[in-house]
């Protein structure tokens, strides 16, 4: 996926100073002879790559972390009725009734079969291996929105973090922070639920800063051509929500829910070491990278961008800047979409497409582990598109945040009317995964407005999108008081399908690829300007040599 162009790396470095570089890659192939076998294997794998593989795991990391919880709350809350036991004769009944009122399996834990019906009790609590909670709904609410009340606040947190201290450290701490707290909710859970909410605070935070993170080191290492393909790294959350529920109905059946977040949490942490032993700010930084790559990159990426550490960020331009509105703005309208399907999809295929709790968990997650791989063919297709010129640069962000938004929208509103379940559900695969094209469209545009201050915008917009997390929910339970009345769901859809087009239209008018002004260092005054010249011409001429 990330191949070095030789030929236009050799042009750059056909400079002036023929000797020295003569004499270091001299130097190095002496070296090179008493390297490793793995070192030798290591220089065959571009850094480019490896640092796609710690994008995409990261963010599936992170999300199963930020997930789980949301399957293990049904396991830890007793049930208020918590004598009730249901024969395989109230089953046949109520096929429902023994995951709203059960505390304890019935029969056989692996499965309870009445008839023609076989139902799977993952959700039940042991209480001969977990302990469970006397903990109210409103309780319950309290857990699951302080992640997201905390996340929308760390963003412009996390991109002032990046840029003072790079990537590796705010990315790698800010995982490690989720993981341990993943480790201590089975304590917390004993002493009240207080603390939970606030283990899941901090967790909130420290996720809320891995976006800006990743952002901000897209510019230091990843050519434009093939920044598109880089994006789909992230659709590892897509990974992450889609493989959660099933590992948590596993270790609940198994183990109990304790184990949900010993699991998560040692996941979390073993991904953090390898983190810290592969991950770079920048190419510079890397010690095993070529000097085939690294020249590579050096060709692809501006000097002022490898400048730029350190730098101040003009947040009032920012704020002010309409290119940055329009993502945030057109994004919140995807967001309220894509939230429609990850929170309200599996209580929709409960109440009105009446399927089997197995079946609903399957088919509630599948699209997202699809949508990964739907992002990496969209993600090919932009650069393609660049590549030969088809568009420009800002037509290609408009083209696939227009499939992004607007092909989901009018599929969302058609689901209401379908009565075909096989058609609804191919309808509801496919608006998840045209959902995905974000990532060669706005979300990839947040790098190409300024790829110095990647980190700092996406935290902007961010905090701009990530309302729709919590408002399209809250939406939903205002419209939708009978869970069983179609009429009510298909408002909903239409709702949203209006939100995410006229999101889109602003987008379409004010958007746009290129570089901002403000993206740049600007000097105070002409001494500055020539100092601050004179200083990047010094750095060009470095850089020609080739790494030792």
């Known amino acids: 996926m990330y191949s070095t162009d030789k030929r236009r790396s050799n042009v750059l470095y056909a400079a002036p100073q023929e000797e020295t570089p003569v004499i270091v890659i001299e130097a190095n192939r002496n070296v090179c002879k008493k390297r490793t076998f793995i070192s030798k294997l290591g220089d065959k ?39 009730t036991v249901f024969t395989p004769t109230n089953l046949t009944d109520n096929r429902y009734a023994a995951y709203e009122n059960t505390s304890m399996p019935l029969g056989n834990s692996d499965g309870l079969t009445s008839g023609n019906i ?13 302990p469970s909670y006397p903990w109210s709904s409103a309780d319950k609410s309290l857990i699951l929105g302080s992640f ?22 705010v990315f790698g701490w800010s995982q490690l922070a989720t993981a341990l707290s993943s480790l201590l909710i089975p304590l917390a859970a004993d002493i009240h639920y207080g603390a939970v909410i606030a283990l899941r605070s901090i967790q909130g935070f420290a996720s809320g800063l891995t976006w800006p993170a990743m952002y901000a ?10 920044r598109s393909r880089f994006m789909s790294s992230f659709q590892g959350f897509s990974i992450g929500i889609g493989l959660t529920y099933p590992l948590c109905g596993f270790l ?40 085939e790559e690294l020249n590579y990159i050096e060709l692809s990426v501006s000097a002022e961008l490898r400048q730029s550490y350190g730098m101040k960020v003009p947040w009032m331009r920012i ?25 309200s999809g599996p209580t929709f295929m409960e109440k009105i497409l009446k399927l089997e709790y197995q079946t609903n968990g399957f088919l509630s997650g599948m699209p997202f582990i699809c949508s990964y791989f739907s992002s990496v063919l969209f993600c090919y297709i932009a650069d393609k598109m660049l590549l030969h010129k088809l568009f420009s640069l800002t037509n290609v962000r408009k083209l696939f945040t227009a499939l992004s938004q607007v092909i989901p929208g009018l599929l969302l509103a058609w689901l209401g ?56 929910p809250l939406a939903v339970g205002q419209v939708v008081t009978d869970e069983t009345s179609i009429e009510q769901w298909r ?43 004179i200083l990047k011409n010094a750095n060009e001429d470095i850089n020609i040599i080739p790494k030792p």
């Not at 080191?217 to 093939?226: A, F, H, K, R, S």
């Not at 983190?275 to 010690?287: D, K, R, S, V």
């Not at 998840?432 to 917009?461: K, Q, R």
């Not at 002004?517 to 600007?522: E, F, L, M």
């Open 45 to 83: 794998v571009p850094a480019r790559l490896v640092l796609y593989f710690l994008s995409w795991s990261g963010f599936l990391v992170s999300f199963v972390m930020r997930n789980d919880i949301n399957f293990a709350l049904v396991a830890m809350i007793r049930p208020e009725n918590n004598t």
């Open 118 to 130: 076989s139902m799977s009790l993952p959700l039940v609590a042991d209480n001969a291996r977990a």
């Open 148 to 169: 997201y009340w905390c996340y929308v606040l760390a963003q412009v947190v996390g991109g002032v973090a990046t840029q003072m201290f790079g990537t590796k450290s």
């Open 217 to 226: 080191v897209v510019g230091y290492w990843i050519p434009l051509t093939e």
């Open 252 to 291: 609940i059946n198994k183990f109990g829910w304790p184990y949900i977040f010993y699991t998560t949490g040692s996941l979390g942490v073993t991904w953090c070491i390898i983190w810290y032993l592969l991950a770079y700010n920048t190419p510079q930084e890397h010690p095993r990278i070529t000097q």
């Open 319 to 343: 704020f002010t800047s309409m290119p940055a509105w329009a993502i945030g703005i057109t994004t919140f309208g995807r967001i309220w979409i894509h939230y429609i399907f990850i929170v």
């Open 417 to 472: 009317y379908i009565q075909n379940v096989t058609l609804l559900l191919l309808i509801w695969f496919i608006a998840v995964i045209f959902i995905t094209a974000s990532y060669a469209g706005a979300m990839a545009n947040i790098v190409d407005l300024s790829p110095n201050f990647a980190g700092p915008v996406l935290a902007f917009c961010q905090t701009v999108h990530m309302s729709a997390s919590f408002l399209s």
């Open 491 to 533: 408002t909903v859809f239409i709702i949203a399908s209006i939100i995410g087009g006229a999101t889109y239209v602003v987008y379409q008018i004010f958007a746009t690829a290129e570089v901002q002004p403000w993206n740049a260092p600007r000097p105070v005054n002409d001494q500055l300007e020539e100092e601050s010249e």
